[in-house]
């Protein structure tokens, strides 16, 4: 409760409102889609989709980010808005937004699209170094008005019709001026950024990531000079560094001085460094490998076998989690090491070594 209050007493971010808005919100939508179904940008079956008639009201909680600190964990904001008067609008740009942020340059789908990414690589040059980057809490610190501009670039892109676009610029104003929730008995307002918890987020952040990265990354002389395999998924960046450690020290000085708003965290090395769930490492011939990574904090919360799930659900567990193993560790002798690692932790929660065998 204290994290909440901390964050939600950030003005700058979270206004409070004197009332639920959700019937001056309904009426601004309706007058919305009135208006482009009158002009043939959308069809009927459309305007009835983005209209919820019996809207859940949003309410805010946070997610202790524990890895960070055991003691006194920063909050991840989450704004739990599923079936709200916003959902609707929110689910119809993630449907138009997505299929144009897996065009764009640097977008990283999963796990998996990183590690066929740089397995392309047959070589580093000698000297190289690894390097992560991530925004400092990126969703709630994108500026509306800069949101916008970015996913206008993005759909303009795209062969959507001018109206076509304004209309979904239009819905976007509504999803992101007039994003409320209520915590406790305050109704609140998100005046930056998105909220964690509306489908469009991963795309709107996409999208703004994408602009700054052309507007301000790859025009830079030194991304142009010493940035090889450079990719990215949502705010976690990778990317291999050829110069010395100054000009890296440079060029992310250089990225926080752009925006006030976004802030880079850096880590740097020249055998490994964590990126999503794997750990990338470079040996002395030049060559990448790959292994598992997980956080410090991780404990075993594999689902346990005398739960009420489904058998079929429970049996296909071990077969997804190897699986998972012998996509990403890329040694086969460290490979089976955490294949055997992966097998006990099944058989602290039960699961039948014949099972774990097959």
């Known amino acids: 409760m204290d994290e909440i209050t901390r964050q939600l007493s950030d003005t700058n971010t979270y206004g409070t409102l004197q009332k639920d808005p959700v019937t001056t919100i309904n009426t601004k939508i309706h007058s919305l889609i009135n208006s482009y179904l009158e002009q043939h940008t959308i069809d009927k079956k459309t305007a009835t989709y983005l209209i919820n008639p019996h809207p859940i009201t949003p309410v ?7 890895h960070k600190s055991l003691h006194n964990p920063p909050g991840r904001p989450i704004v ?41 690589l047959d070589t580093v040059p000698p000297g190289s170094t690894l390097v992560t980057l991530d925004v400092n809490s990126l969703y709630t610190s994108i500026q509306h008005s800069k949101g916008m501009e970015a996913t206008k670039y ?16 239009d819905l976007l104003h509504i999803v992101l001026y007039e994003n409320y929730f209520l915590s406790g008995d305050t109704f609140y307002v998100q005046r930056c950024g998105t909220a964690m918890g509306s489908n469009v987020a991963p795309a709107y952040a996409n999208a703004f990531m994408n602009f700054f990265e052309i507007t301000h990354m790859y025009t830079n002389d030194l ?16 990317f291999i560094w050829t110069g010395t450690t100054e000009l890296l020290m440079s060029f992310h000085s250089q990225l926080n001085s752009i925006l006030p708003e976004l802030q880079f965290t850096i880590h740097h090395d020249k055998k490994s460094v964590p990126f999503l769930d794997t750990r990338v490492l470079l040996d002395f011939q030049g060559h990448l490998t790959t292994d598992l990574y ?35 560790v890329s040694d086969p002798i460290i490979r089976k090491d955490r294949l055997s690692t992966v097998a006990q932790k099944f058989q602290q929660r039960h699961y039948p070594n014949r099972l774990l065998q097959e």
């Open 60 to 66: 805010f909680y946070v997610l202790p980010k524990i």
């Open 80 to 120: 739990a808005s599923t079936d709200s008067i916003l959902s609707p609008l929110s689910t119809f740009l993630e449907k138009i937004l997505t299929p144009l942020i897996k065009n764009t340059q640097s977008f990283l789908l999963d796990t998996g699209h990183f590690l066929s990414t740089i397995r392309q």
């Open 154 to 169: 993005l759909l303009q892109l795209s062969n959507m019709s001018s109206n076509a676009i304004q209309f979904c610029l």
């Open 223 to 238: 991304f142009r000079q010493h940035i090889l395999s450079y990719h990215r998924y949502i705010d976690d960046i990778f």
């Open 294 to 328: 997980c956080k410090p904090t991780d404990c075993n919360s594999l689902l346990h076998y005398t739960s009420c799930h489904p058998r079929s659900m429970k049996n296909s567990l071990p077969r997804s989690q190897f699986n998972r193993v012998s996509r990403i």
